[in-house]
């Protein structure tokens, strides 16, 4: 438990660095720059759509792991927009939650 703890640290030091640096030198738009790549239907734009799939699948993940509750919902829409600046927090605290219990942390009272 205490390498994906150290793990999801990093990830969220690193994307939050990456974030700052993103803002800072294009701004808070992210349309235009996942859109036109998609649309042109190269690498680029399968990298992205792929990504964003990816973030659909985790906040499906964060909504069934909370039985899709309200709060579980609205964490899941949070993290699918979001993505891993949001997810790799809440990771950290669900494995502080589980007491380090892997398959509680991924399916909560479920097991």
Do not use: N
């Amino acid at each position: 438990m205490a390498l994906f703890r150290i793990f999801v640290i990093l990830a969220f030091v690193l994307i939050a660095v990456f974030t700052i640096a993103a803002v800072t030198r294009e701004g808070a738009d992210l349309l235009t720059p996942f859109v036109g790549p998609v649309l042109t239907m190269g690498w680029q734009g399968q990298f992205h759509v792929d990504f964003a799939l990816y973030l659909i699948a985790s906040a499906l993940w964060v909504a069934w792991r909370s039985r899709f509750s309200g709060s579980g919902i609205a964490m899941a829409l949070i993290c699918g927009v979001m993505g891993m600046i949001v997810l790799a927090p809440y990771l950290l605290y669900l494995s502080y939650m589980s007491k380090g219990d892997m398959a509680v942390l991924l399916t909560g009272d479920r097991g």
